[in-house]
């Protein structure tokens, strides 16, 4: 059999060493001593080759306007949504689609082959932020599959206007439907009427939920109960839920079973709930991120993803996902091998069986959608944060990153 690409000495996330043979654009093959015969040969000496990485939750809409945004002036409130808000009405589709390309190249050139993207609708925007990152889908498919959430981040019952622009994104591509319930008058109905919505466009959901310091009240206990009652596990996700972080353990642990049973994920968002939480006190800072490890450990599917990058919610960032996990892995002490490599699949396979994506990995028929990392293993590429040198989309080469060389004197 004659290979298009193969990559050579390679070592996969297992610890098994093979070569990786790939042919119209699917893996063919995997073992020792592949033919090599007219194949474009990847040389990866012994370095980790992972399917590629998974962004479960980022904002390509709102991406790169922390220029445009007044500057922060206290420390609680934040007041992110609001600095986020009042420059909404500057948005144009060219601008959010120049914007969302600059973010978007970014997180490919980091080893991200599929993403959702949320997406926020409501008069101010109307649907120019949805229609700014929908036109990146078809544009850049040879590198990134991407789904779009909409979502009513201001608001959707007591902002009216907002269910109109949402259904008409549903009809016009969006293939899933988020959650904000915050920031509505009454959390609980914005909650059931996307459930409702959700079954009847038949499209999963992923919703901002439980931010905030104090677990006297989790909106999630009710997503758990609607996702039962709508027959919707394994197509519902939960980011931030930083509620989570102050809970006692054995409260958390019967909060991690109902979560199990219902078939609801988590996705911790380290770099945005780190730099807004905790913003009410003035000393012993609370870390503000959920322990997806543990929660892990007691059947809840887990990720980690970047959420806003270059915004009033996030001023930091540059979508390097393996950034994230070693972030996410410094802030919630869990930095041992098995932890790390349990982390590892939070932007991998726990990512990809998130987004129902049951042709993900590295095996035989499926696409060839693959990182080489300047590593030898998941867990040193976590601790030391290491820098992807090649990405392939369905077996054609996406990026190219040189390794460093050092120039020693003769």
Same mark, same amino acid.
Request: hydrophobic share 40%; proline share 5%; aromatic share 6%.
């Given at each position: 059999? *004659?290979?298009?690409?193969?990559?050579?000495?390679?070592?996969?996330?297992?610890?098994?060493?093979?070569?990786?043979?790939?042919?119209?654009?699917?893996?063919?093959?995997?073992?020792?001593?592949? +033919?090599?015969?007219?194949?474009?040969?990847?040389?990866?000496?012994?370095?980790?080759?992972?399917?590629?990485?998974?962004?479960?939750?980022?904002?390509?809409? /709102?991406t790169?306007?922390?220029?445009?945004?007044?500057?922060?002036?206290?420390?609680?409130?934040?007041?992110?949504?609001?600095?986020? #808000?009042?420059? /909404?009405?500057?948005?144009?589709?060219?601008?959010?689609?120049?914007?969302?390309?600059?973010?978007?190249?970014?997180?490919?050139?980091?080893?991200?082959?599929?993403?959702?993207?949320? !997406?926020?609708?409501?008069?101010?925007?109307?649907?120019?932020?949805?229609?700014?990152? /929908?036109?990146?889908?078809?544009?850049?498919?040879?590198?990134?599959?991407?789904?779009?959430?909409?979502?009513?981040?201001?608001?959707?019952?007591?902002?009216?206007?907002?269910?109109?622009?949402?259904?008409?994104?549903?009809?016009?591509?969006?293939?899933?439907?988020? !959650?904000?319930?915050?920031?509505?008058a009454d959390?609980?109905?914005?909650?059931?009427?996307?459930?409702?919505?959700a079954?009847?466009?038949?499209?999963?959901?992923?919703?901002?939920?439980? #931010?905030?310091a104090?677990?006297?009240?989790?909106?999630?206990?009710?997503?758990?109960?609607?996702?039962? /009652?709508?027959?919707? *596990?394994?197509?519902?996700?939960?980011?931030?839920?930083?509620?989570?972080?102050?809970? +006692?353990?054995?409260?958390?642990?019967?909060?991690?079973?109902?979560?199990?049973?219902?078939?609801?994920?988590?996705?911790?968002?380290? #770099?945005?709930?780190?730099?807004?939480?905790?913003?009410?006190?003035?000393?012993?800072?609370e870390?503000?991120?959920?322990?997806?490890?543990?929660?892990?450990?007691?059947?809840v599917?887990?990720?980690?993803?970047?959420?806003?990058?270059?915004?009033?919610?996030?001023?930091?960032?540059?979508?390097?996902?393996?950034?994230?996990?070693?972030?996410?892995?410094?802030?919630?002490?869990?930095?041992?091998?098995?932890?790390?490599?349990?982390?590892?699949?939070?932007?991998?396979?726990?990512?990809?069986?998130?987004?129902?994506?049951?042709?993900?990995?590295? !095996?035989? *028929?499926?696409?060839?959608?693959?990182?080489?990392?300047?590593?030898?293993?998941?867990?040193?590429a976590?601790?030391?944060?290491?820098?992807?040198? !090649?990405?392939?989309?369905r *077996?054609?080469?996406?990026?190219?990153?040189?390794?460093?060389?050092?120039?020693?004197?003769?």
């Amino acid at each position: 059999m *004659g290979f298009d690409l193969l990559l050579r000495d390679a070592r996969l996330p297992d610890g098994m060493a093979a070569d990786i043979g790939v042919k119209g654009g699917l893996i063919a093959a995997i073992g020792p001593g592949l +033919p090599t015969e007219g194949a474009e040969i990847e040389d990866c000496f012994g370095r980790l080759v992972s399917p590629g990485f998974v962004e479960t939750h980022i904002h390509l809409d /709102k991406t790169c306007t922390i220029d445009r945004c007044p500057c922060e002036t206290q420390r609680f409130p934040h007041g992110a949504m609001q600095r986020v #808000s009042d420059i /909404k009405h500057t948005f144009t589709v060219e601008d959010v689609t120049s914007r969302a390309r600059r973010t978007l190249e970014k997180c490919i050139s980091h080893g991200t082959t599929l993403m959702r993207t949320h !997406a926020e609708v409501d008069p101010k925007v109307g649907l120019r932020g949805f229609e700014g990152v /929908k036109a990146l889908v078809e544009a850049y498919k040879w590198a990134i599959d991407i789904e779009i959430c909409v979502m009513p981040q201001e608001g959707m019952l007591n902002n009216p206007g907002t269910e109109a622009l949402m259904v008409a994104a549903l009809r016009n591509g969006a293939r899933v439907i988020g !959650a904000a319930p915050t920031y509505d008058a009454d959390p609980s109905a914005q909650l059931r009427r996307i459930f409702e919505l959700a079954r009847e466009f038949d499209v999963d959901i992923d919703m901002h939920v439980d #931010s905030g310091a104090s677990a006297q009240h989790l909106d999630t206990r009710l997503v758990c109960e609607l996702t039962e /009652k709508y027959g919707w *596990g394994g197509r519902v996700a939960c980011g931030h839920l930083t509620k989570l972080s102050v809970m +006692p353990l054995p409260d958390l642990d019967e909060m991690a079973k109902r979560m199990a049973d219902a078939g609801v994920a988590l996705t911790v968002l380290p #770099s945005t709930d780190l730099y807004l939480g905790g913003r009410e006190r003035d000393h012993r800072v609370e870390r503000s991120l959920a322990d997806a490890n543990r929660l892990h450990r007691q059947g809840v599917l887990c990720s980690i993803s970047s959420n806003n990058i270059l915004n009033a919610f996030t001023p930091l960032g540059d979508g390097q996902l393996i950034r994230q996990a070693n972030l996410y892995a410094n802030v919630i002490q869990h930095a041992m091998p098995g932890d790390l490599r349990d982390t590892w699949q939070f932007f991998t396979t726990n990512s990809a069986k998130l987004m129902r994506r049951r042709d993900y990995g590295i !095996a035989v *028929g499926n696409p060839a959608d693959l990182a080489v990392i300047d590593a030898a293993d998941p867990v040193a590429a976590i601790r030391e944060i290491a820098p992807v040198l !090649a990405g392939f989309k369905r *077996g054609r080469r996406s990026f190219t990153r040189a390794p460093v060389v050092l120039h020693r004197p003769k």
